[in-house]
């Protein structure tokens, strides 16, 4: 079912350690597999794993029975693992054909590259600049990417470069061009749109595919679209939420990560909703970064598998 | 600013005899209110009352600054109160003409008289007969009925008449008949749909419009119609919902009343959800009946006011 | 570090089939491990089970950095598996032996015995016997004890046996040897203290130990003991909650199943947190009893670990 | 029962022009009253404000009816009001002394000033700064006080001063008369501990009874005192809280304005604990705070009553 990763292009250069959420001191490996569901698969990886001297910290797995599809994460300490990440393909090549395996290797030290894409708004911004100077985001934030100027002194305090890079409809692909050039060479692993408000294009999500998290300020799938909060408004909602999702070229319907929702009434007008939305969206982002930044999220088809 | 607590000392009044705090021994009045935001409209109400003997207990008051309305409701003493209820609207008359009010009088002791359709699903008819067992609800349930034989031992286990009325496309009218001369013959005043799979028609909603409750099993608007379950599953949102509301003919667009949801996560199937989804919709579906019956609830356009 | 479970008695007779949560058609065996950590664990169990035709469905594990302990719940389709109970034990026990572990083998398809304590209050044994008849709850009721005649009419309608022990200062030794008798004869594994009102003795826990789960009405450990609302409501908390735990000889100090809260104001009375509550008290007891029933919950210390 | 609304059609009156909903343009003067609970209290505020040409926007009471208190907020429009704040305490002496009530009147313009206390961490501190900037806080904030240096620099991000004044077991008494001095030089109406590790004396308290807020990292009164987060781990809860105080002489033990709370499970270490619990203090701290400002907050005994 489903072509889920492609092959190879990305997952060989996604090396990173997830030293969060705690303080791990051991320095593990982290293996993503999804294939269709057969017996032996546990044993057959624990048992490949355990040849090569690999103490396994952490194994999930998960079974989807509609579409028989077997998903497995299992993340082991580097000490005593006798093969390096250029041998581990070969070396697993048996299993992985043997059982149809898409897998991925997160193995060694180098931190993903961040960038994070913004417009005027900046709580989920400072939100997520803060907590990666507190330690909670495993990653480095090389790059803010903003259509305004605005934020420009939030980045500069955090010592993070800024480019504004201004999008209109005349100059659109000339900006995602620019946009590409920036990221391409800070060496971006993961975008991250902070409630950045433009509409990227096909090309440029299918150069990201799976690696742009965006929050949308709605309980997905209620709200699509812009100002969901006066939607909500209009229909008397009790509860207000915001997703965080993977981009798609399907606008706000790409595989949910994480939601959240917070309790308003009819005191509430909209700026009130906006208000307690922004609380709402600042955690549900940061909880999407941080599984992603720990190899916990599969996708399949449009759903995700989270392993908490 | 800031005139600190004027100087009477507190504590020495604080006499705090742990009686029966709440089953009410007061008979109360409450006078529910909507009309265009003026000014004097709380002093008028309250002088009014005073002028009348009425103790106010709680006057609660909303102003939607878009629609410019104003709503409040007041509950009063009636221990002193010189008006009957044949005379309230009389005396009521000039102000609520000055102010173009609409307004609505529950006064006295009658407990409201609820009527609960069902299918062939019991958690919410067996949820809400407990309930009012262990008198939560302030109200008399002379009447269950369900287009099923199913849920008439339960019926009979809480004393309460069950009729069975079949509903199928061509006697749809008939049957719609044969209920509203049951709910007539037992003087219904609120009807609530415990997870009742039929569609009202127009005319049935109108007889007791903002008097039907029902509970719609998702986080509305999300996953309208049926099913939302099934595409609750399909979508993989990570939280699931309840929607107590309304019944009015745009299906499952009613005034909400209150909403819930619990999380979810890609361990569950649609089953786990069906199953968590009843916890939910259970508590939402009583708490819109208890609203409902403490004269909380003020609707207009398609939204509700609810003062809790 | 805690001698956790006693090494035969109780386990050999511990065979449930989880058939909840979801509606599975395979028959699965479970094996529940605890010990010391170290290098290979989930290699060896994996590759025990393979070599014995077992397809591993589920396998979760957990290390406890500071005890270094570490907790394994694995979970297989029986079907091709090829050995019987019988021969587990000693097929398993040089693994076992290796690694010092402490094991529980829940296989086959015999369902657990479940025993409800209650006295007058009837909020949670209704609703586990109307989850047990909606197939939320997979396990036998065979009976109800109570000391008190109230709810006898509801286990009659579930077609329960209920027994009235009366429980008094100067019987309450022969009291329990009652209960003692009546829960052997029935061959109860677990018993469900549903807002029981008397304290067990340590004799009667010892007997059942980690196998009595209890619903203490607060979020522990606040409000340890008796009328926890009336203290909730004398300290001015936000919020109230509901706390399931395995009963051990230290009142309201056992290991901690599962919490949730519900938030409450200044509206709400003493009689308000304890309607409120049930709401609360009704969902945590009934999540820690599927919990148990599916074998999901390990206890160390005053701990558990569960794997949801 | 049930004279159902009163016969003026809604519809035509439903005027919604989507104007600014929230930033009241309108200025508003607050009463807030405490006094025995006894007949015909709302009224004679409401005549009392009538007769000065108030427009009441807003009205809400509560009555503790164990305490027989009565408790009011009342806010109002200012234009057409006849009454400046000189002369409103001799025009309501005489209800005043009549119901023996204690009121506080906040009426004007005028900003509260807020002081920021903060240690090491900046989590809380960078927060309110944030919320401050982006307008949700009504209030100035010109002074930051820190027994550390570490968040000078984000103090000055923000333009806001920042006081570093060592609190040492010897010099205690001489660094609170340090802080009073600036807080009395700044003319600060509220004092928030955003995770500020030192406590107070009994005389700092008293200068600034009810106008101090703490932000405790429990859910009160579970894990009063230090380290609950370790506290939490060792007994195993599910369920990790924060709460919002008046600071009084007992420590963690005054009046609480607001709490919240966050699911962790057997995989949360300490550190994870540490980190989960950093968003709930954000919102609860900020919350209280809101609350404060806008004056909803009433403290009586030991508990407060928060008008939302």
Redesign the interface.
């Known amino acids: 079912m489903c072509a889920l990763w492609s092959p190879v292009a990305t997952p060989r250069r996604l090396v990173t350690p997830p030293q969060l959420?705690?303080?791990m001191h051991r320095t593990t490996a982290i293996l993503l597999i999804i294939c269709p569901d057969r017996?032996?698969?546990?044993?057959?990886v624990?048992?490949f794993?355990?040849d090569h001297g690999a103490?396994?910290?952490?194994?999930?797995?998960?079974?989807?029975?509609?579409a028989k599809l077997f998903f497995m994460r299992v993340e082991w300490?580097l000490e005593?693992f006798d093969l390096c990440e250029a041998d581990f393909a070969d070396a697993f090549a048996a299993i992985a054909e043997e059982h149809a395996m898409r897998w991925q290797l997160h193995l060694g030290r180098r931190l993903a590259r961040v960038a994070i894409f913004c417009s005027r708004q900046?709580?989920c911004l400072?939100d997520l600049l803060?907590r990666h100077r507190?330690g909670?985001l495993a990653c480095d934030i090389p790059l803010v990417i903003s259509n305004h100027a605005d934020n420009r002194?939030l980045a500069a305090?955090h010592g993070i470069r800024y480019e504004q890079i201004e999008v209109l409809p005349r100059n659109k692909a000339e900006a995602e061009a620019d946009q590409l050039a920036l990221l391409s060479d800070a060496g971006i692993d993961l975008i991250v749109l902070a409630r950045y408000m433009q509409v990227l294009s096909g090309q440029f999500i299918a150069r990201y595919a799976n690696r742009i998290i965006n929050i949308h300020h709605s309980?997905?799938?209620?709200?699509v679209g812009a100002r969901p909060y006066q939607h909500a408004f209009e229909?008397?909602?009790?509860?207000i939420?915001a997703t965080s999702h993977y981009v798609t070229t399907e606008l706000d319907n790409g595989?949910?990560?994480?939601?959240?929702?917070e309790?308003v009434?009819?005191?509430d007008?909209?700026?009130?909703l906006v208000?307690k939305g922004?609380?709402i969206e600042r955690?549900v982002l940061a909880r999407a970064v941080k599984y992603h930044l720990a190899h916990r999220i599969l996708t399949y088809g449009?759903?995700?598998?989270?392993f908490?």
Chains 1, 2, 3, 4 share one sequence.
């Open positions: 959420p705690r303080p017996r032996g698969l546990v044993a057959a624990a048992q794993l355990a103490n396994i910290l952490h194994a999930d797995q998960h079974i989807d029975d509609n300490d005593g900046d709580h400072a803060h507190a909670e002194a305090f309980f997905l799938p209620a709200f229909r008397g909602v009790k509860l939420g595989p949910i990560i994480e939601q959240d929702v309790r009434s009819h005191r007008q909209v700026d009130d208000q922004r609380d955690v449009n759903k995700t598998v989270v908490d």
